[in-house]
């Protein structure tokens, strides 16, 4: 059975840092395009970052160079390391799979497969 499911959520003051982990299960993480979503209240869903079947990456603006994606093929997790956090970062926290091999990932689409997500709080 097909399953992801996210930990690490926490609050955390501003500036501080968090990791986030995504245990897969069910499919090959080779094999799979891996994203990280957010949602805060009263907004809509957003792509944070990806990485591809082939190991390329791709990070929403506002997070590039503060967040870093990365996977254990051995251990089937994906990480997401946030550094210098702050309150807009505050929101749900999803990851999401495409069963594809592909090239490059996208932060909109093609992903099937969901977690259901962790709590990121952000706040003094």
């Known amino acids: 059975q097909l399953q992801l499911v996210e930990s690490g959520g926490n609050l955390v003051q501003p500036g501080g840092s968090l990791r986030l982990s995504c245990a897969v299960s069910?499919?090959?993480?080779?094999?799979?395009?891996i994203g990280w979503f957010r949602q805060a209240p009263g907004k809509d869903r957003e792509g944070v970052s990806c990485?591809?079947?082939?190991?390329?990456?791709n990070y929403k603006d506002s997070v590039q160079g503060r967040f870093h994606i990365s996977r254990d093929y051995y251990n089937k997790v994906v990480y997401l390391q946030m550094a210098d956090l702050n309150p807009e970062d505050t929101a749900i926290y999803h990851c999401?799979?495409?069963?594809?091999?592909?090239?490059?990932?996208?932060?909109?689409?093609?992903?099937?497969?969901w977690g259901q997500g962790v709590q990121v709080t952000v706040s003094s």
């Open positions: 999401a799979a495409g069963l594809r091999a592909s090239t490059f990932c996208n932060l909109r689409t093609g992903y099937d497969y």
């Open positions: 069910g499919f090959d993480l080779r094999q799979a395009n």
């Open positions: 990485i591809s079947s082939a190991g390329q990456t």
